[in-house]
């Protein structure tokens, strides 16, 4: 089963890329994934100012800078797992270093037919 773990945080007090790639944690982690043959993509999200947010409403389509919605707690990145079941994917969202700062969300991924 293919699951999105989309990784959570406060974005003022996100670790940089350099940050995040020396910590062991995250190390562990990818050395986990790896391990497990889990993952099927991955990658970090640029911050929030970058954001553009679309939307159609009566055939008109607006678009505005920035989020959808003003949060403290944003989407930082995603990765795209691939695991036996909720359980195995709860083992590996448990496992990245943001599940102890921020939080992973587990998303099935919709299986078109």
């Keep these: 089963m293919k699951y999105v773990l989309l990784i959570c945080d406060d974005e003022t007090d996100s670790p940089t890329n350099e940050e995040l790639a020396a910590d062991p944690v995250y190390q562990a982690w990818e050395a986990d994934l790896a391990q497990r043959g889990a993952e099927l993509a991955g990658e970090r999200l640029r911050p929030t100012i970058d954001a553009t947010t679309v939307r159609v409403r009566d055939g008109e389509t ?23 079941n909720l359980d195995e994917a709860i083992e590996i969202a448990a496992g990245h270093p943001y599940a102890r ?13």
């Design 62 to 84: 607006l678009v505005s800078d920035g989020p959808f919605a003003e949060t403290k707690d944003f989407v930082g990145g995603i990765s795209i797992v691939e695991c036996a």
């Design 101 to 113: 700062r921020g939080s992973v969300e587990i998303r099935p991924v919709w299986v078109w037919e």
